[in-house]
């Protein structure tokens, strides 16, 4: 009898810090948005999810985030859930304890981390306590990086110190219509500056996506669940293992007649079974990057692409890209890259030192990194673009196809400096009709995928239609490859 009035006492107190306020609650729901154990229950395998931390702390001091593990497509997970509809989801000293708790717990054991964001900030009345709240998460979430996969999903305001919770996942995924990402809300800049901004404009999935501050744009919340599940489904659980392997689609599977520039219809035909998820899809489209499987296997893929700047790759593309790259060889990922580049393109002559650093920081991401790298030149590889996309002395394996240009300058612009005098002492053909003639000469004799082949700088000439048979085994070769950087702390990447 003793025992049943103590787990009554336990049962009651749980559901006590269970109860969200129903004021808030209304406002959740109202705003069409789930309750955080309701998003827990979405998301993982049905039953599995097990509370940790409940009952820390006095009365409801420790509520405001639910914590534990489960399991999700039948691996395990740890997550944190911040309930908005408990005091806002406001953090302060407990949950942060909790939080901290559960990443030590996935470092430990190294499984993946799933944070379901939705806080409006800080306790205000634990001052300084609640700011270093945040600072203990941060402080976990930076060794834990490279570890264990951290998926952080926006589902509400995130402001404030909240916000670099999901800055600092390795995968960042916002729900249109009720995620919002900001240092300062709309009111604390209204106050400061006196501007008034919608917090959708300010803070919204879409604007933040624009800007490179979150990885997946969901339609709601069902949709961001599903890309978190797909995202944790192509990543192993830890940097000691490799992803899945599932075979599902022909291997030696041809190509059709491809466009070099449709990179859309390029990574569909090598992907298996044309899926493709792309990362940061609206944010400095010059390079394009994604997620998909090759004959089974998880790859990062890396793409140039015409973008806004007619195919030259402006700093932040190279920057997206860099983050990239290190993030496949983070967590084991052999990383495929298509490149047909113009060069780099150039915003601003007298102020070039972004477009500088941003070369040297993918140059140094391709040389740092020791995963598989395959390399396919299907068009242009010019000048700095080609030597910061990796080249061949960044990848194990390099392909180009038989149309591939390879040069330090465009064809029209090395005959500018080649052939100037030729050009203009010819008065027997016009001047644009000499032009052509002389680039046409320079890609036979000079920039042509045969001469690279010549040179060596590229380890074949390959039939366009046997490029996803060929890359995926390549893949199957490599699949053991061991390589390490020498003996460091870290490396000093030129941020």
């Given amino acids: 009898m003793h025992h049943s009035q103590d787990l009554q006492q336990v049962l009651a107190l749980r559901e006590a810090m269970m109860t969200g306020d129903e004021q808030r609650l209304k406002e959740q729901r109202a705003a069409g948005k789930w309750t955080a154990r309701e998003r827990i229950a979405k998301l ?60 030590d717990m996935a470092h430990k054991t190294g499984a993946p981390i799933v944070a379901l964001c939705d806080s409006a900030g800080v306790k205000l009345d634990e ?8 600072s203990e998460i941060y402080q976990r979430m930076a060794r834990l990086s490279g570890v264990c996969p951290m998926i952080a999903l926006v589902l509400g305001p995130c402001i404030g110190g909240a916000a670099l919770l999901a800055s600092l996942a390795d995968v960042s995924i916002m729900a ?19 501007v008034d901004v919608k917090p959708e404009a300010l803070g919204g999935a879409e604007a933040i996506a624009s800007q490179g501050g979150c990885t997946l744009v ?42 070099p520039a449709d990179v859309d219809s390029l990574w569909a035909a ?17 390079i394009r990057v994604a997620l998909t499987r090759m004959g089974g296997r998880t790859v990062g893929l890396v793409a140039t692409a015409k973008g806004q700047t007619d195919g030259k790759l402006t ?43 941003a070369q040297s920081q993918l140059l140094y991401a391709y040389a740092e990194a020791t995963v598989p790298k395959l390399c396919v ?42 052939y100037k ?31 690279a082949a010549k040179a060596g700088l590229v380890d074949d000439v390959i039939d366009p239609d046997r490029t996803r048979a060929l890359l995926i085994s390549a893949l199957e070769m490599l699949a053991s490859k061991r390589d390490s950087n020498p003996a460091k702390k870290h490396g000093n990447i030129p941020l």
């Fill in 44 to 103: 993982v395998d049905e039953g599995s999810f097990v509370e940790l931390f409940a009952l820390a702390g006095e009365q409801d001091m420790g509520a405001g985030v639910i914590t534990g593990y489960a399991t999700v497509q039948e691996r395990p997970v740890y997550l944190f859930a911040q309930d908005f509809t408990i005091r806002g989801g406001a953090m302060g000293k407990l949950q942060a304890q909790k939080i901290t708790k559960v990443l």
């Fill in 176 to 194: 249109k219509k009720v995620g919002q990402l900001m240092v300062f809300g709309p009111q604390v800049l209204a106050a400061m500056n006196g």
């Fill in 270 to 286: 090598l992907a298996d079974n044309g899926q493709v998820l792309e990362f940061f899809a609206t944010y400095e489209t010059s």
């Fill in 315 to 357: 700093s932040g593309a190279l920057t997206k890209a860099a983050q990239f790259v290190r993030l496949m060889d983070c967590y084991n990922i052999p990383v495929v890259s298509l490149m047909n580049t113009r060069g780099v393109y150039v915003a601003d002559p007298s102020a070039q030192i972004s477009l500088i650093k």
């Fill in 127 to 134: 001052g300084a306590q609640a700011m270093n709240a945040y």
């Fill in 377 to 418: 030149v299907t068009g242009d590889a010019i000048g700095q673009a080609y030597v910061a996309m990796g080249g061949k002395a960044n990848a194990d394996v390099t392909y180009a196809w038989p149309s591939a240009t390879i040069s330090a300058l465009t064809p029209e612009a090395a005959v500018a400096v080649l």
């Fill in 218 to 259: 969901a339609e709601d919340e069902a949709h961001a669940m599903a890309l978190a599940v797909r995202v944790l489904s192509m990543l192993p659980s830890s940097n000691l293992e490799d992803a899945e392997i599932i075979d599902s689609d022909d291997m030696n599977r041809l190509l059709p007649a491809l466009d």
């Fill in 421 to 451: 005098e030729q050009i203009a002492g010819n008065a027997t053909i016009p001047v644009e009709e000499a032009r052509r003639q002389y680039a046409d000469e320079y890609v036979r004799d000079v920039a042509g995928a045969l001469n």
